[in-house]
């Protein structure tokens, strides 16, 4: 009986390897291809305003605070620059020395629903509630500091972020690869 069920278990074992091993064989290629949907073109963004409000999130060296402030492209300089509140230069980043740039968006809990959500019985439904924040990420690389790293300005719409992105990803010469922006080397 029990050599039976012992035969029994290795024919089982065996016939699943053998079914595994036929399902892992290649495949013939078809010559006839379902045609392909036609890609809508996606219009570019509106150019950006000349000054974004915008929040430094940190990532240069020396800056390491949150800064509330204004983002604008200098074409003049062929720089971005970043201002506080009352219109002092914080930091610049010449467009020769930005890598890439891409749009980021995190979802994050308000803090007031962070508070509520610690209130009996009315707590579980604002533990719920979370909003979108973006961010324009830039790499950069310095040669005359040789400094480099990554930073990022929290932007208040995705359609204001769109069209900073592509400005300023056409002022500083960056190729698009999918969703982000490089420099290639030359």
Do not use: W
Not at 31 to 43: F, G, H, N, R
């Amino acid at each position: 009986m029990l050599t039976r069920r012992y035969l029994l278990a290795i024919i089982i074992f065996i016939f699943t390897l053998t079914s595994l091993a036929f399902a892992q064989r290649p495949r013939p290629v078809t010559t006839e291809s379902p045609q392909p949907a036609p890609a809508t073109p996606t219009p570019a963004p509106a150019p950006a305003p000349p000054t974004v409000k915008a929040k430094y999130e940190g990532g240069v060296f020396g800056h390491p605070n949150k800064i509330n402030g204004n983002l604008s492209l200098d074409e003049l300089n062929k720089r971005l620059v970043f201002r506080d509140e009352k219109k002092k230069e914080i930091l610049s980043i010449p467009y020769g020395s930005i890598t890439g740039a891409y749009a980021d968006t995190h979802a994050v809990r308000p803090a007031a629903a962070t508070v509520a959500s610690n209130i009996p019985y009315v707590g579980l439904p604002a533990g719920l509630i979370k909003t979108k924040v973006r961010y324009l990420t830039l790499q950069y690389n310095d040669p005359d500091s040789n400094a480099s790293g990554v930073t990022s300005f929290r932007l208040e719409n995705k359609e204001l972020l769109d069209s900073v992105l592509n400005t300023l990803a056409s002022n500083a010469g960056l190729t698009r690869r999918g969703e982000i922006f490089i420099r290639k080397k030359e």
